[in-house]
């Protein structure tokens, strides 16, 4: 059963893709905004004991992987001067189609939480992001008649899809979910734009989610 599948049979919604996503860090809004929205929290909460115990236990590894590091940078460089002409070519276009993703990311601030306005509806909906569930991950689902966000109601270290409640949704005439990179480079960003215009960016689990599959199908039969 595909995550699609497990979602609608537990939120019982009809959805036509889904993924997990996060946003980046909230910006710290105006004393007087902030407090006007409830004053909610504008930073998920800590990692729970066992997310804490899991850290831990990761440490030595993660300790060993900054050893490692630098040899395997350098394994890496020797490979590519022993390697052919056609890899070294290869090697050369990844780099520059990265260069031209991250600057085309820079260029549709796309590298923003949000677009700056704390009055817009995207700026609004931010202030009261982990007011609905203090866990780090939102599902995001696409309805034929809405955006829905999901997520275990506190932090949680697993089972977190087995936890999952609806905790906003945005009527697909409030807001919908672009796509800015589609056909032009592979990425993990999505943007939640808003009738006003106000949008917002979250980062989706997977490169290439399912909600980005989905809307690249969207536009090209659009068009």
Known sequence: MSLTERVQSRLG???????WCRIGKIPEPP????QAAGSAPLRPAFIRPLGIFG??????????????????????ALQRMLSTTGEQERHRA???EEKRRQAAIVELKLDRTFDGD??????QFLLRWYSRSSHHNRLLVLSQDRIILASPPKR?????????QVVAEIPATEAVVEDPLAGLHASDLLRVRFRD???????????RSEVHMHLLRQTRTEG
């Open 13 to 19: 919604v009809p959805s036509l893709c889904v993924a």
């Open 31 to 34: 004393a007087e905004v902030h």
């Open 197 to 207: 215009g106000s949008w917002l960016t979250v980062v989706t689990e997977e490169t």
């Open 156 to 164: 949680v270290s697993i089972r977190q899809e087995e936890q999952i």
């Open 94 to 96: 990844a780099k520059l």
């Open 55 to 76: 850290v831990i236990l990761g440490a030595p590894l993660l300790f060993i992987g900054t050893l490692l590091s630098p040899l395997a940078a350098g394994e890496e």
């Open 118 to 123: 704390w009055n817009g509806a995207a700026g």
